[in-house]
T-cell receptor
């Protein structure tokens, strides 16, 4: 089991550009969560999916953020257009109903 | 609106002594509490948890205490070791639409000094 896999590990982009973060959950896990880590707010839940269906996206900060889960083994978080205040570490986690397994995160820097 | 708060951004403890990390929450619907540990460039990993029906759970050097009336929990590490240096996140769980939804605090950076 390779765990939750996120790509890229690091992303540096210019303000206004589109950014896509990717996540492959653990096989068999039916819940997938996207979190953002900042110094001020710690780990914030952005959105989560159950069986590929978005359940709660109330944590998505703005319409610039969108997330999809086209199948059980892949999810994306897109920011368009990106802004410097989006700079943070973005984590994906999956769960089989009890306990979360996190990926290693994507460190996003928007300049 | 921060439902789970860790008011100490950092803590420094001497090796061998006890480390105490604190966490407060506001939502009485939370029924499970967890601590996660995070090393640099890695994702958070589960450390220890406690159900709301208990007031203490122990696992080796790690003990979590829960005071429901005060809506407060703490993590005790004794004795502290250099490898314990990491960021610790407190999390509270509520069952929402069949999912265990975790709400995390801001994290406390623990540094163990030799």
């Amino acid at each position: 089991d390779a765990g939750v896999i996120q790509s890229p590990r690091h992303e540096v982009t210019e303000m206004g550009q589109e950014v896509t973060l990717r996540c492959k959950p653990i096989s068999g896990h039916d819940y997938l969560f996207w979190y953002r880590q900042t110094m001020m707010r710690g780990l914030e839940l952005l959105i989560y999916f159950n069986n590929n269906v978005p359940i709660d996206d109330s944590g998505m900060p703005e319409d610039r953020f969108s997330a999809k889960m086209p199948n059980a083994s892949f999810s994306t978080l897109k920011i368009q257009p990106s802004e410097p205040r989006d700079s943070a570490v973005y984590f994906c986690a999956s769960s089989g109903g009890y306990g979360y397994t996190f990926g290693s995160g994507t460190r996003l820097t928007v300049v | 609106d921060q439902q789970v708060k860790q008011n100490s951004p950092s803590l420094s403890v001497q090796e061998g002594r006890i480390s105490i990390l604190n966490c407060d929450y506001t939502n009485s619907m939370f029924d499970y509490f967890l601590w996660y540990k995070k090393y640099p460039a890695e994702g958070p990993t589960f450390l220890i948890s406690i159900s709301s029906i208990k007031d203490k759970n122990e696992d080796g050097r790690f003990t979590v205490f829960l005071n429901k009336s005060a809506k407060h929990l703490s993590l005790h590490i004794v004795p502290s070791q250099p490898g314990d240096s990491a960021v610790y996140f407190c999390a509270a769980s509520a069952l929402v639409q069949g999912a265990q939804k975790l709400v995390f605090g801001q994290g406390t950076r623990l540094t163990i000094n030799p």
